[in-house]
């Protein structure tokens, strides 16, 4: 089961901090990644980091968001800084095993999802 939080409405330039809860034994060998859907659109991979904590990300947040893991506390961060508008939408953690790597959507765990609104 995932958990996040930390979703909310920030201005332009602001900065957030998603978590996402994991529970199980497994979590911490498991590849975890934040996806984002802005309403009317494809979901996206935002941010992926491997079991090893090697991240990869979106070239639309490269250099403002960084996606860390605390194996011990089973969780997943998403810090977003310098926010744009375009950043609004519907933050999803997700989790899958490791087989075929980190970096692609076939994640089959998911949590329910947080709002992230950026006003201008």
């Known amino acids: 089961q995932l958990v996040e939080s930390g979703g909310g409405s920030v201005q332009a330039g602001g900065s957030l901090r998603l978590s996402c809860a994991g529970s199980?034994?497994?979590?911490?060998?498991?590849?975890m990644a934040w996806f984002r859907q802005a309403s009317g659109k494809e979901r996206e991979r935002v941010a992926t980091i491997d079991n090893g904590g090697g991240p990869t990300y979106a070239d639309s947040v490269k250099g403002r968001f960084t996606i860390s893991r605390d194996n011990v506390k089973n969780t997943a961060y998403l810090q977003m800084n310098s926010l744009k508008p375009e950043d609004t939408a519907i933050y999803y953690c997700?989790?899958?095993?490791?087989?075929?790597?980190?970096?692609?959507?076939?994640?089959?765990?998911w949590g329910q999802g947080t709002q992230v609104a950026v006003s201008s």
């Open positions: 199980g034994y497994w979590y911490s060998s498991y590849c």
């Open positions: 997700a989790a899958k095993e490791p087989s075929f790597g980190c970096d692609n959507d076939d994640y089959n765990y």
